[in-house]
């Protein structure tokens, strides 16, 4: 049974870093992609950053240049490294896995098939 767990938000001032962490359990391939979303009360769930099963790394247009995804396989963690936060990065953030995945399919929902329950992120202005 797959699991994922996401830890590390919190309440920050803007400008500020964070560093969320996503560990999965219960994966039978290594073909598996990762994705970071996104939902605030106002919005619905958003495509922030996702790596496929080879490493490599696509970012929405709104992070791209201040978040950096990466992952220790030997842990099965993925993380996301958030840098110069704003005030319109609040949300939940949730990880959610993409079964063999290609860069392009990481930024559709319909694409994932498990979630975690995730972690707030509030960044104050």
């Known amino acids: 049974q797959v699991q994922l767990a996401e830890s590390g938000g919190g309440l920050v001032q803007a400008g500020a870093s964070l560093t969320l962490s996503c560990v999965a359990s219960g994966l039978t391939s290594n073909n598996n992609g990762v994705g970071w979303w996104r939902q605030s009360p106002t919005k619905a769930r958003e495509f922030v950053a996702g790596?496929?099963?080879?490493?490599?790394?696509t970012y929405d247009r709104s992070v791209r240049g201040r978040f950096t995804m990466s992952r220790d396989r030997a842990r099965n963690t993925y993380r996301l490294q958030m840098n110069g936060l704003k005030p319109e990065d609040t949300a939940v953030y949730y990880c959610g896995t993409c079964p063999r995945c290609i860069i392009s399919s990481l930024s559709r929902a319909q694409s994932y098939e498990h979630w975690g329950q995730g972690t707030q992120v509030t960044v104050a202005s």
């Open positions: 790596m496929n099963g080879s490493g490599s790394a």
